[in-house]
């Protein structure tokens, strides 16, 4: 029987379906990315001139790149150096900003799919100078709309250098800011963290900032929160401590609304050198053009004394620098409180319950802050009693003897109600109608007071319930007795005319028959 062998069946390779478009994919891949080329070789976006073009139509002067070149790889972009951009057409005027390195960078992806969108701009060594006074003739805004959408800009370690007339720049140090979703019809949202130039202090902000409108600046919304740390109060002539601040803001640009808190954990007068905790409340309104503020509503509070001040921190036409105005109102609060911070003895000179309404102006300028600070209020201080037991045992044997009991073996502790107005002007306090009134006494004065050498010279009249003999005992009494018709008021008592001069550490008083006049 003859078997019959079969040959052997060879296999062929099957192509399965999977992989038969993958050789037409890479092939559509390649002549895309062919059709990609040719389409970005004629219109890349990031050469010299369009580059510089787009930035020429959002910037009103001249741009000057020392290098430029284009990048391909890992991201499309270019690099430009050493730009500088100046103000107006005029050559000779110092560039208003300069940066060492600009890096722009984009996605191939998006320069198909989203065309005129750049993720990210870097810029390296960038320094604004903005000078004391701008021509404002020739700057000129962009009008249309630009289609141009970023990502991000970012950079660090930046300067702002503010020229002043009268005093050296104010520099304020980036230390890092990014800008992101930069379109002309949408807000921005910005990360902020800086060094302010005066008072010095690091700044941390974060909020929304737009749409931008070069047109409108005024009218440009933004809204944030913000920290202002270590705050040196020192650089302020006259006063010293280390503030810091909390708050948020909302509103445009030429009128935004901020509140939040302050403590100054160390506040001092630094004549006097005398430290208190000072904590406040705050609601302002703030002009971002020009840094004028609005306070209106600033309620603090030192030791057990609270205060509320309203005003303005404002430039006056024709002046440099900021005049700062200022309404302070104390309902309410304790004498020794407010002495504390202006005498340099180590316990104030007075006890009581005070209230107070003062105007205050503080002009800019380089005299010192009592040259220049002027002060206008009324005041009154009820209880009041001396911290010196000399003084305080003055006070209560003129009361003991103006009530005619010179005779009473004890000599009872009295306080006094003190009130009446001041004028602070070129460290000269000008009081008009001082009443200090006693049990069986009330002195009507008006007079000088030197703060800077403490001197004293006031005048007026002591009225006294009893009259003047009857203050005196034996011989005295007998000498003056002749003498009381000239001072007998009409129902009973004596009118004194009295100075007091001197010190403020070493007062002098006296009776005049001579009275100065008002």
Known sequence: MTVATQEPVHATPRITSGRRWLLPLALLILLALCIGGIILAFHWPFSAQKVIQSVQESWPGKIAVQRFRSTYFPHPGCVLENVALTRGSDNSVPPLVTIQRVTIQANYHDLFLRPGYISRILLEGLKISVPAEQDTSQQTSRSNKSSTRIGEVFTRDATIEVARKDDGPLKFQIHQLSLKSIADDSPMSYDLAMRNAEPPGEIRSRGKLGPWNSQDLNNIPLSGSYTFDGVDLGVFEGIGGILNATGDFHGVLGRIETQGTTDTPKFEVTRAHHAVALKAKF???VDGMSGDAILHSVDGKFLKTPVHVEGSVSGKPGQSGKTTSLNLNVQNGRIEDVLWLFVR????????ATKFHAHVV????????????????DFEIEHAQWTNPERQMSVNTLSKKASGKKKDPDTPTVTADIKGSVLLSNEIAKFQDISFKVPGAEAI??????????KIDFHGDLKTEASLSDDSSGAKAVLLKPLDPLFKKKHAGAVVPIEMTGTYHDPHFGVTLQPKKK
């Open 283 to 285: 609601n302002a309104s």
């Open 345 to 352: 003895e180590k316990k104030a000179p007075m006890e009581g």
């Open 362 to 377: 503080w002009p800019s300028g380089h005299q010192p802050f009592l040259k220049r600070v002027v002060l206008q209020g």
């Open 445 to 454: 004065m008006h007079g000088t007071y030197n703060l800077e050498d403490t």
